[in-house]
């Protein structure tokens, strides 16, 4: 595979990668005053590059700035269309992963320095590299971590704000010092929130079940990708519910879902076997019905694919 051009958009401009850069005095890099999104792009069945619902990424990525005051020129069209213009201007030809980041940069004139969110500059960057699956089809071995997620009264969860993932890492950092592949996180609440950067579901006598909105956790777009594709090709209804570290165990499948880790089996929590410890049917076949939507083989889901056309 030939090297890509090393360009980023950043500052209203597609600039060489190594230009794309921010100062030490920069809001975001000492608050966390940031947000972003992690959206693919799939080498489609039919030849060309397409990216997987990139809208609804860039819905949510404008919800999160409006969390922060993070004020955008480019709406979400504009948005997709940007990205389209950088992945032809790499020369993107496979799969690829795409890092929108909005953040809060300067101090206005006239602000006085501290902790704030007005009287602050914003900021906008997209990059984007190769990427293929990463995830291990087998299964991954996760742990349940001693981090909580936290509430939405302390952070808006719901966003995707770069600070709030300090929360992510650490539990991360904890499973993989452990041994394991990832942690899913419990709420305040004791009950299942999510993986480090995954939505977890659970198969229970037939049915998926994941936790609700209000489990303090991201609505990912995969995971309303899992529900529509278990509904729409498998028959398969989802309950919003709750969800206890003993549902976990005593759950015939599960599953995480997530733009990066795609669709990914559990087939151990905490030491112990999920059902019979290999990726069950349900799982697999969810699985495989996403690797054919992704790639443009299902026709009745082309309207989350958005070409990016030739360079
Ligand atoms: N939860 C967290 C904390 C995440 O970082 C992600 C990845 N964006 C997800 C869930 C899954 O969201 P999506 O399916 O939209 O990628």
């Known amino acids: 595979t030939p090297a890509l051009a090393a360009l980023a958009y950043h500052d209203g401009e597609f600039v060489p990668l190594e230009r794309a850069q921010v100062p030490v005095t920069t809001q975001a890099l000492q608050y966390g005053t940031g947000v972003f999104e992690g959206i693919r792009a799939y080498a489609q069945a039919d030849g060309g590059l397409a990216v997987f619902r990139g809208h609804d990424h860039y819905q949510r990525f404008l919800r999160s700035a409006r969390t922060l005051r993070i004020r955008l020129e480019p709406d979400a069209r504009e948005l997709c269309a940007l990205t389209a213009e950088l992945l032809r201007r790499i020369g993107a030809d496979t799969d690829m992963y795409i890092r929108p980041l909005a953040y809060k940069r300067a ?178 076949a969810l699985t495989a019905a996403y690797h054919e939507v992704v790639r443009g083989k299902d026709q009745r889901y082309r309207h989350w694919l958005q070409s990016v056309g030739p360079g």
């Open 107 to 284: 101090l206005l004139p006239g602000t006085p320095p501290g902790v704030q969110l007005t009287g602050v500059s914003d900021a906008l960057s997209v990059n984007a590299f190769r990427m293929g699956s990463y995830t291990d089809r087998r299964g991954i071995r996760v742990a349940i971590s001693s981090w909580r997620r936290p509430e939405s009264a302390v952070l808006p969860v719901r966003a995707k704000v770069t600070g709030g993932y300090v929360n992510n890492a650490l539990a991360v950092d904890e499973a993989r010092a452990a041994g394991y592949d990832d942690a899913i996180l419990l709420n305040s609440r004791g009950q299942v929130a999510e993986a480090s950067t995954s939505n977890v579901f659970a198969v229970v006598r037939g049915r998926l079940v994941t936790p609700p909105v209000t489990a303090d956790l991201l609505e990912g777009i995969t995971r309303d990708t899992a529900v529509t594709l278990a509904a729409d090709l498998l028959d398969v209804p989802t309950d919003f519910h709750d969800l206890g570290r003993e549902d976990l165990c005593l759950a015939d499948e599960v599953f995480l879902t997530g733009t990066g880790a795609e669709i990914v089996p559990v087939t151990e929590i905490a030491g112990r076997p999920v059902g019979d410890g290999v990726p069950g049917p349900l799982t697999t």
